[in-house]
């Protein structure tokens, strides 16, 4: 069967890449709340009362959007899939225990970075529009000048929200790392390591699991 994946760690730790990669080379559905919220960001979500009538305010400023609307977008993405790969959620305990309710999980794995590294990574980080390839000022700067020129910013990885977002994981996504721990189910692979080398890791695991 095809293998359940929960990727967890905090923003910047490589999430992204490292279940582009899962999703790709074990061919499972790459569900990312993160991407699902961005492509939403101007949705409107005013009747189901919550603080501000967007996701746009939530993201822009580093802090969670609630639970209703992301509960509701994983649980639909989860019912169209057999094996996937979840990266960006839970975010909380109480995501955490809803997701119990929706699926059991293969594995569960979580990439740990230091602050340090993690704000240097996000506040160095850009995108090129055109292709959505992702570079980095200084660890990973595109050879081409055209490319160069194009890049811009995520809205959220200004110092400002990376602190804000840095702040919100240790409060409520950390505990949900323990949550795992505590259940033995969870395995924490060094993400500081060289992508190639983070790979070899996970691939490793999810090798050994399935
Ligand atoms: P990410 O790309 O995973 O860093 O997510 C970007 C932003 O989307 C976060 O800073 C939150 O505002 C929002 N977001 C993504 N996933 C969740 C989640 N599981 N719960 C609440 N908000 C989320």
């Given amino acids: 069967m095809a293998p359940r994946i929960l990727i967890l760690g905090a923003p910047g730790a490589g999430k992204g890449t490292q279940s582009a990669n899962i999703a790709d080379h074990f061919a499972l559905d790459h569900i990312t709340t993160g991407d699902a919220l961005r492509a939403n960001k101007d ?20 802090e969670l959007v609630p639970d209703v609307v992301v509960n509701a977008i994983v649980d ?34 979580s990439l740990a970075v230091s602050e340090e590294e993690l704000i240097n990574r996000l506040t160095g980080r850009r995108m090129d529009p055109e292709t959505g390839d992702i ?44 949550y ?4 033995g189910v969870l395995t924490e692979i060094d993400g500081e390591q060289a992508p190639d080398a983070v790979w070899d890791d996970v691939m490793a695991l999810i090798e050994s699991a399935s």
Avoid: C, W
């Avoid at 949705?43 to 580093?62: F, K, N």
């Avoid at 795992?180 to 259940?183: G, I, S």
């Fill in 43 to 62: 949705m409107d979500i005013s009747e189901l009362d919550t603080e501000y009538d967007t996701p746009r305010e939530y993201m822009d400023q580093g």
């Fill in 76 to 109: 639909e993405a989860l019912t169209q899939a057999e094996g996937f790969v979840l990266d960006g959620y839970p975010r909380n305990l109480e995501q955490a225990e809803e997701l119990e309710g929706m699926t059991e999980l293969d594995v569960v794995l």
């Fill in 135 to 178: 570079y980095h000022v200084e660890y990973n700067p595109p050879e081409d000048d055209d490319v160069a020129e194009r890049l811009v910013q995520r809205e959220d990885d200004t110092e400002e929200t990376v602190t804000e977002r840095l702040r919100v994981y240790r409060e409520n996504t950390k505990p949900v790392l323990e």
């Fill in 180 to 183: 795992y721990a505590e259940q």
